[in-house]
């Protein structure tokens, strides 16, 4: 029997198997949904996880461009300050530069002209040096005191680097040839022969005073008195009669008190030799020994071998040539004044 709940409406007539398969499907639409809602909420909150990730790491990067760009924009300004620092000390410097170059500048007009005053005052003592070279040699005839003093200008000329000097070097060497190559007496060993004469004048024997006296004979003391008167008076007139050559120039006589006197003039002879010697007075020299050994034939023994060996000695020296033709440095005084005109010498 059928009641009124029976009684099925119009859906309820749809057949049981549609019904179910529709359920189904909607089912299987709804859980698909909810996979797909699920997957989609768990790729979003993977999305948002990396996203948060990524944001954290960008923020971190930014972070730290932010940090690279303090530090870069403080070294830049470090840099910056730096650069000016060098700036300012190359400003300093290459004023500095300037300055020295300046002061180099000064130094080499101070050092030209100390040079050209060095060079000045060396030409002035090579002036010095010859002039005291030409008055040895003329006034005193001193042919080593000339040569030192050529010398002298030769070492002071080598300061002098000016081209014109090389005709005056050429010059002073010449004449330091001129003078080394002339004959130079021993001065010393003229002097010790001349002193030695000096020494022996005191002891040569002069010559006889006057009449011998006579000498009474050994026997006079053994002689009666008539014996001895008439032998005085024999020698009496024996003294009457005086004998004399003349074919030779007889000594001169000296008195007993004119002896020191005159060998005291004779030493000033010697002396004046002596003198001539240093100053080599060829006429001085030779006339003063002439003299000596007049004086020494006439005043003294001459049968003596002292007063014989004087004489000859005297006679030597009175033969060594204690002079020579100087030569008058007239090249170099030339080329002299050539360097003091600024003239290049040849």
Same mark, same amino acid.
């Given at each position: 029997?059928?009641?009124?709940?029976?009684? @099925?409406?119009?859906?309820?007539?749809?057949?049981?198997?549609?019904?179910?398969?529709?359920?189904?499907?909607?089912? !299987?639409?709804?859980?698909?949904?909810?996979?797909?809602?699920?997957?989609?909420?768990?790729?979003?909150?993977?999305?948002?996880?990396?996203?948060?990730?990524?944001?954290?790491?960008?923020?971190?990067?930014?972070?730290?461009?932010?940090?690279?760009?303090?530090?870069?924009?403080?070294?830049?300004?470090? !840099?910056?300050?730096?650069?000016?620092?060098?700036?300012?000390?190359?400003?300093?410097?290459?004023?500095?530069? %300037?300055?020295?170059?300046?002061?180099?500048?000064?130094?080499?007009?101070?050092?030209?002209?100390?040079?050209? *005053?060095?060079?000045?005052?060396?030409?002035?003592?090579?002036?010095?040096?010859?002039?005291?070279?030409?008055?040895?040699?003329?006034?005193?005839?001193?042919?080593?005191?000339?040569? @030192?003093?050529?010398?002298?200008?030769?070492?002071?000329?080598?300061?002098?680097? $000016?081209?014109?000097?090389?005709?005056?070097?050429?010059?002073?060497?010449?004449?330091?040839?001129?003078?080394?190559?002339?004959?130079?007496?021993?001065?010393?060993?003229?002097?010790? $022969?001349?002193?030695?004469? =000096?020494?022996?004048?005191?002891?040569?024997?002069?010559?006889?005073? *006057?009449?011998?006296?006579?000498?009474?004979?050994?026997?006079?003391?053994?002689?009666?008195?008539?014996?001895?008167?008439?032998?005085?008076?024999?020698?009496?007139?024996?003294?009457?009669?005086?004998?004399?050559?003349?074919?030779?120039?007889?000594?001169? @006589?000296?008195?007993? %008190?004119?002896?020191?006197?005159?060998?005291?003039?004779?030493?000033?002879?010697?002396?004046?030799?002596? @003198?001539? +010697?240093?100053?080599?007075?060829?006429?001085?020299?030779? *006339?003063? =020994?002439?003299?000596?050994?007049?004086?020494?034939?006439?005043?003294?023994?001459?049968?003596?071998?002292?007063?014989?060996?004087?004489? *000859?000695?005297?006679?030597? +020296?009175?033969?060594?040539?204690?002079?020579?033709?100087?030569?008058? =440095?007239?090249?170099?005084?030339?080329?002299?004044?050539?360097?003091?005109?600024?003239?290049?010498?040849?």
């Amino acid at each position: 029997m059928m009641t009124d709940n029976d009684t @099925l409406t119009p859906a309820a007539a749809v057949p049981a198997p549609a019904a179910r398969g529709t359920s189904r499907l909607a089912a !299987l639409a709804l859980g698909v949904a909810a996979v797909a809602l699920a997957f989609a909420g768990w790729q979003w909150q993977g999305n948002r996880q990396d996203m948060a990730a990524l944001q954290d790491e960008l923020a971190r990067r930014l972070a730290a461009t932010d940090a690279g760009s303090k530090e870069e924009r403080g070294a830049r300004q470090a !840099l910056r300050e730096q650069l000016e620092s060098v700036q300012g000390k190359l400003g300093a410097v290459e004023a500095q530069v %300037g300055e020295f170059a300046a002061r180099s500048d000064q130094l080499q007009a101070l050092y030209q002209d100390i040079a050209r *005053g060095r060079e000045e005052a060396a030409v002035i003592e090579v002036e010095q040096a010859v002039a005291i070279a030409q008055q040895q040699l003329q006034l005193a005839g001193s042919v080593p005191s000339a040569i @030192l003093a050529l010398q002298l200008a030769e070492v002071r000329l080598a300061r002098i680097e $000016r081209p014109q000097a090389a005709g005056l070097k050429k010059a002073l060497r010449a004449d330091l040839e001129r003078l080394a190559a002339l004959p130079v007496p021993d001065l010393a060993a003229l002097n010790a $022969r001349l002193e030695k004469l =000096l020494v022996a004048v005191d002891k040569l024997p002069p010559g006889a005073h *006057g009449r011998p006296q006579p000498v009474a004979p050994p026997e006079a003391a053994a002689q009666t008195w008539w014996q001895r008167t008439g032998g005085e008076i024999w020698r009496e007139l024996k003294g009457l009669i005086r004998i004399q050559r003349f074919d030779r120039e007889e000594p001169a @006589l000296l008195a007993p %008190g004119q002896e020191f006197i005159f060998r005291e003039n004779l030493k000033l002879r010697l002396l004046n030799a002596r @003198l001539a +010697l240093l100053q080599r007075d060829q006429v001085t020299w030779r *006339g003063e =020994l002439t003299v000596a050994g007049d004086w020494l034939g006439r005043h003294f023994d001459g049968e003596d071998k002292s007063v014989q060996a004087a004489r *000859g000695e005297l006679r030597d +020296l009175a033969g060594v040539k204690i002079a020579a033709e100087l030569p008058d =440095l007239r090249e170099t005084r030339a080329a002299l004044a050539l360097l003091r005109n600024g003239k290049v010498g040849k």
